[in-house]
């Protein structure tokens, strides 16, 4: 079956960095689109970044934009979310996500697949 697992997260200090790593199984997964969103407490998973399937596309949250870099290696079925200047409001937890077609990359109900998440917090 389908397997996303995430992984990377951790507490880092505001102005810090992390990279969240999402190892994929089961899939084609040069195939996919995949996406990062996140969900802080009590709020709604939104949207954070995403890729197409050959890398040459990435997309970007307005929040998060200039900040964090989206990638992904297509050989080790890995996509990746390095992460930097990195502010208390990121503070979540982050999913990594696969999506088959690739039309509307901004919404979580496009996805297939999804990780158990990994929490991220940013102290002040």
């Known amino acids: 079956q389908v397997q996303l697992v995430e992984s990377g997260g951790g507490l880092v200090q505001a102005e810090g960095s992390l990279r969240l790593s999402c190892a994929a199984s089961g899939l084609t997964f040069s195939s996919y689109t995949m996406g990062w969103f996140r969900q802080a407490p009590g709020k709604e998973r939104e949207f954070v970044a995403a890729i197409k399937w050959s890398g040459g596309s990435t997309y970007y949250a307005d929040a998060v934009k200039g900040r964090f870099t989206i990638s992904r290696d297509n050989a080790k079925n890995t996509v990746y979310l390095q992460m930097s200047s990195l502010k208390p409001e990121d503070t979540a937890v982050y999913y990594c996500?696969?999506?088959?077609?690739?039309?509307?990359?901004?919404?979580?109900?496009?996805?297939?697949?999804w990780g158990q998440g990994t929490q991220v917090t940013v102290s002040s």
């Open positions: 996500a696969a999506d088959k077609f690739g039309t509307v990359i901004r919404r979580v109900g496009e996805y297939d697949y």
